[in-house]
């Protein structure tokens, strides 16, 4: 493996969605390896992402990572070049700042140590907090962040501050020479170029979970009004009896349950979370992560438009355009009455046909826009 850290290359920068997604091969591979699987191939990584699997193998060859022909990649392999190259062998120092409700969750998440950081010290600027301790952390005041910064050589810094404080707290440890930050505090904030800042959206996450939630309540208060209590469908019943009841196996299922029943039900939620000995709440996070699953029942049409170099170049856009007209969907939308959803996919390798669109998983001939919108309209 020829590791390179892209990051400090401004000539060669890995696109944004390409790390976005590193992070996740990483998660997928870690389960698979803990159902002691060898080899991964593009295709079922790229499912995950709903992404072609050319654009995996671009992801992987960024890294500098080989598969090998017609095996695919060596999962433990590529999960060894990404941890390289995330730098999850080497360890950060980083210190945390704000030890609010956030600050204090995020403090003793074992994930960190997971990813190769080391956290040194939690600060806060509120004296009723200052002193106390928190996990094996005593709180310590700003008055202390520079002595700590220098003597632990400080990376990263954690910010899960009010919004009304980060700017000014981004500004004191850049001007201490911290050259990352992780902020958590509802705000965007203006570095110097050389930081690197992430913002993480808590606020957004929460709101899909919220909804996923609430959706699963109201199916459950109804269910118990009603005073069902159903055993799992026969598919899934199938697919526990070829799964082990562990954490690790969660992805699997969601997959297979797809499979089985062309979405992951509310009720399979349910069943998932029993036979796995986790809570719903953990399946719906999985479930909502990757791209792949959908958690609403497939529409009784089903597009798929081709999003393809040669199907957008032979006119997979006006295509999508008359969708939009017709049926007021964007792609990974469903119409309100349920009969036609639209799915934007990659090269399917009919590019001699482009632009191809398919309904149902059977391509159609399209002459024309124009003869395409009669087409949807014939169905509606
Ligand atoms: S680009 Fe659409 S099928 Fe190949």
């Not at 992560?289 to 393809?308: D, K, M, V, W």
Request: net charge positive; charged share 25%.
């Amino acid at each position: 493996m020829n590791g390179r850290d892209p990051l400090e290359s401004a000539e060669h920068p890995i696109p944004e969605q390409t790390l976005r997604r590193i992070p996740l091969y990483h998660q997928i591979l870690a389960e698979m390896q803990a159902r002691s699987e060898a080899y991964v191939s593009s295709r079922h990584l790229a499912q995950f992402f709903r992404i072609d699997d050319t654009q995996v193998r671009k992801d992987v060859s960024l890294i500098g990572y080989k598969g090998k022909p017609k095996a695919g990649y060596s999962i433990l392999g590529l999960k060894k070049a990404i941890e390289e190259f995330l730098g999850i062998n080497y360890e950060n120092t980083a210190i945390l700042i704000g030890a609010g409700r956030l600050g204090s969750a995020l403090s003793q998440y074992p994930g960190l140590a997971e990813y190769g950081l080391r956290l040194v010290a939690i600060f806060d600027n509120d004296a009723a907090r200052t002193g106390t301790v928190l996990g094996t952390f005593t709180i310590l005041p700003m008055e202390s962040l520079q002595r700590v910064v220098r003597s632990f050589d400080v990376g990263i810094a954690i910010l899960c501050v009010p919004k009304d404080a980060a700017q000014s707290v981004a500004g004191r440890v850049v001007s201490l020479g911290i050259k990352a930050i992780w902020n958590f505090s509802p705000t965007q904030l203006t570095v110097p170029a050389d930081v690197i800042i992430r913002h993480e959206n808590i606020a957004l996450g929460l709101a899909i979970l919220s909804h996923y939630l609430k959706r699963r309540k109201k199916q459950d208060s109804s269910a118990s009004a009603a005073g069902v209590r159903e055993n799992p469908p026969q598919k899934l019943i199938d697919i526990f009896a070829r799964c082990q009841p562990k954490r690790e196996f969660l992805v699997q299922i969601l997959e297979e349950t797809q499979k089985a029943l062309g979405y992951i039900s509310r009720e399979s939620i349910g069943h998932i979370a029993d036979f796995l000995n986790i809570s719903p709440e953990r399946v719906v996070e999985a479930a909502a992560f990757y791209p792949l699953f959908r958690t609403e029942p497939p529409a009784r049409y089903r597009i798929a438009l081709c999003r393809g170099e040669t199907c957008s170049r032979k006119g997979s856009e006006d295509l999508r355009e008359v969708i939009g007209r017709e049926l007021h969907i964007a792609d990974g939308e469903t119409t309100a009455d349920g009969k036609f959803s639209l799915e934007m996919v990659p090269c399917r390798g009919l590019c001699a046909e482009a632009p191809t669109v398919s309904v149902n998983d059977r391509i159609i001939p399209v002459r024309s826009a124009e003869d395409f919108a009669s087409h949807l309209r014939t169905l509606a």
